[in-house]
């Protein structure tokens, strides 16, 4: 058993001040892969930071009517604000089909968007994963490749994919993720903060080390607009994705006025589908029109062995998820 010390923050200062001076310290949000991580040996902190207590669980409509989530609302009560319900129906949706009701009273905000890769290589010490020992390999390039791979944004260094719900939904409304450290705070464009694989995967998050996540800001919602997350795995419950999409559509008449689309489950980062929204922008809403997006969506798709399947998957995804919000 490697030992380890915990220390509990009473403002974001002394947390912040607490993992400057230590060269191998994690914050402790819900535990929910935290934890995970330290008892399958994955990281070794020294200092364990507990910010439970640090005042960051409001949720709050800005004046601009963006929404301000402290990083410790957990999952649960950001999923039943009457405000995320009925404005942010997607990330509503997104978070309800996430993990179990026990799971989610416990993670917060913050702790989701720091989550790790599901891939099973990676959470195996005994595998070659290069997220987790620079230089070693990718077992799952030639391995097992298939539920928790990804087909976009690979590279020949790593392919698992981004596990979050939540992170596609907030993807798909465009957000801001705001974070404090040492040389003070700064705002990270939420699409800027998960980064590719490229040739450096054990690069994750555009945030530093000893930054500390203190909310996230969601853009305010689109007038008009309905939006709803849909996800497809495996078992229906308890179970990572393998292709979700996340829709907002507003409509003038049949006509697409405006429209955001992300993917989760098929990417090594939540997917926002630039080119697919491009393409239904102005178009009539029918089915031929989403199945050309989401052709235009998978396009730059690579599969591996045995995820080729998601390929179609997402697509469908998309399309019902156009279709069931341009229902009358
Ligand atoms: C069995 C199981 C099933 C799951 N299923 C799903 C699922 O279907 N969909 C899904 O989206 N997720 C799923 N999850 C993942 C779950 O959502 C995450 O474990 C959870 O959101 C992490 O939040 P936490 O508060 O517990 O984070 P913690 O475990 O406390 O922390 C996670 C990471 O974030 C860092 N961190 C935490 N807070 C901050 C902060 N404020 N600033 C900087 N760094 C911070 C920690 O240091 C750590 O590195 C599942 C998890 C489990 C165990």
């Known amino acids: 058993m490697r030992h380890f010390s915990y220390s509990r923050a009473e403002s974001i200062d002394q947390a912040v001040a607490t993992f400057s001076e230590n060269q191998h310290a994690s914050f402790l949000a819900g535990g929910t892969n935290l934890l995970d991580m330290v008892k399958l040996d994955l990281i070794r902190p020294e200092l364990i930071i507990d910010v439970n207590r640090l005042n960051l669980n409001q949720i709050e409509v800005l004046e601009d009517q963006r929404l301000k989530i402290g990083a410790m609302v957990t999952n649960s009560i950001l999923a039943n604000h009457a405000c995320i319900k009925d404005k ?25 968007v720091m989550q790790r890769v599901r891939c099973p290589y990676f959470r195996d010490n005994t595998s070659m994963c290069n997220k987790r020992d ?16 990804a087909v976009l944004g690979t590279s020949d260094q790593c392919i698992a994919s981004h596990p979050s719900d939540m992170c596609v939904a907030m993807a798909a409304i465009g957000a801001s993720v705001t974070v404090t450290g040492p040389s003070g705070d700064r705002d990270i464009n939420f699409l800027d903060f998960h980064l590719l694989p490229g040739e450096t995967p054990w690069k994750e998050f555009a945030l530093k080390e000893d930054e500390l996540i203190t909310h996230i800001t969601l853009d305010a919602p689109i007038e008009g607009a309905r939006s709803t997350y849909l996800k497809l795995r495996d078992r229906s419950s308890y179970q990572f994705a393998l292709a979700s999409s996340a829709a907002i559509v507003a409509l003038n008449g049949n006509t697409i006025q405006e429209v955001r689309l992300a993917l989760g489950g098929v990417g090594t980062k939540p997917w926002r589908a630039w080119e697919a929204e491009k393409m239904l922008q102005g178009q009539p809403a029918n089915i031929e029109n989403f199945e050309k997006a989401a052709r235009i969506a998978m ?3 690579k599969a591996y062995k045995h995820n080729a399947f998601k390929i179609p998957l997402a697509q469908q995804a998309i399309v019902r998820t156009l279709l069931n919000l341009t229902a009358n």
């Open 88 to 112: 942010y129906t997607v990330l509503s949706e997104a978070l309800l089909s996430g993990a179990s009701t026990q799971l989610r009273n416990k993670a917060t905000t913050g702790g989701n």
């Open 134 to 149: 620079p230089g070693s390999g990718c077992s799952a390039i030639d391995g097992f490749n298939r539920s928790v791979h």
């Open 299 to 301: 396009q730059e798709a």
